[in-house]
Each structure stands twice: as structure tokens, then as C-alpha cells.
């Protein structure tokens, strides 16, 4: 029962934790570049950790208040900093969920190291890595073979959009959504624009894509 009560032992073993599960959550987000690492997964998960022993801490002497008020003020309060990381790119792509998903994770990890949860913040520090890195790789294969595509692809000048979208058609493929970018022509005096591609039958992504590049009048096409 010692590790489960407020001991200089059981401090520095919840905080020794916190600190290696974050690193252990961050450590994928850090490897691709991510402006949330590791380093941020470790403050997240320490300073979650730090609050709940010191809400610990403070109703353990005063044997008044709500035990659980600080945690639940990390849990909502972490939305703050995962809403920094969500970003719309210029062509109103939506980046960050996954990081900021992560952080209020790891945010949890840390509280239930903080309340001496020991077995739940263990087990879902694997389980979180697990998401993050195994089961992103069959998320993305599953990605790549569904039946629409979100593009953004640019035009030469004199091309019209009625002749793309049957161009596209003559391929077994249905486009819609379309939207022209705001700033109009680019320098070359092509057009650019975001759509999504509806296939007829289910094929991989990059077989779709080099199709619609062999269309005379395209001259730059990526996948959103």
C-alpha cells in the first residue's frame, strides 16, 4: 500500500513514470517532425502527474475539498494546448488532430500516475503507443484503398473546368466539391483548386492519381 499513498518514494516513482510514458507517446510524434514532441508529451504527462499529487497532497492535510477538482480542471484545461497544434493548411486541410488527441492522453496517463493508478496508466501508455504507431500504418493502408480522393490539382490557362470534369469521367471517376482557389490565377496563369475524386470501383490511391496526371491540360496534382 506505500506506493499507493503519499510517500517520497511514490512521489518520485509516479513522476519518474509520467516522465517515461510521455517520452514513450511523444517519442513517435517527435520522430516525424511534429511541433508537439517529445519533450511536450513529457511536460504534459509530468505536470498532470504533479497535479494530482499535490490535489493529493492538499486533501490528505486538510481532509476537505474535492479530491479530484485539480485533475478535472488538467483534463479540461488541456484543450487548450491540443487547439494549438490543430491547424487548416491553405488548401482547408485540417492537421493536428492526432497530436492534440495524443496530448490530452497523455494528460490522463499522467493524472492516473498522479493518483498512484499505476496498472490503468501503464497499460494505456502502450495501448496509446500501439495507436500511434502500429495501427497508423493500417490506418493509412485503409486510406489508400477507400473510394474517394480529396485533391488539389492546377490547370493550365485555356483549360476549362467542363472539359476536366469530363476528361475525369472517361476514367470511371466522378468529381465533385470543387473549389477554386481564392487568390485565382497563379503566376503561370494556371488555376488551382481542391476536389474530391469518387471512384466507381475501389483501386489504390496512386493509380488514381497518376490517371488524372495523364490528362492533357493538369499540370499539378497531389493528394490532400
Known sequence: MGLREITYTSIVLRLLLALL????????RGMKNRAAGMRTYMLVSVGACLVML???????QTLAGDPMRLGAQVVSGI?????????VTRHNQIRGLTTAAGLWSAAGVGLALGVGFYEAALVAAVVIFLILTVIQHWDDKMRSK?????????????????SLIRKIRERDMEISNLALERNGALANGARGMVA???LKNRRPHLEVL?????????TYLEEL
Open 210 to 218: 497518376e490517371a488524372i496526371r495523364e490528362i492533357d491540360g493538369v
Open 196 to 198: 474530391t475524386i469518387h
Open 21 to 28: 510514458c510521455g517520452g514513450v507517446i511523444g517519442l513517435e
Open 146 to 162: 477507400t473510394r474517394q480522393v480529396d485533391v488539389y490539382l492546377e490547370i493550365a490557362d485555356g483549360m476549362t473546368l467542363g
Open 54 to 60: 499535490t490535489n493529493q497532497y492538499v486533501y490528505d
Open 79 to 87: 484543450g487548450f494546448l491540443g487547439a494549438g497544434t490543430i491547424v
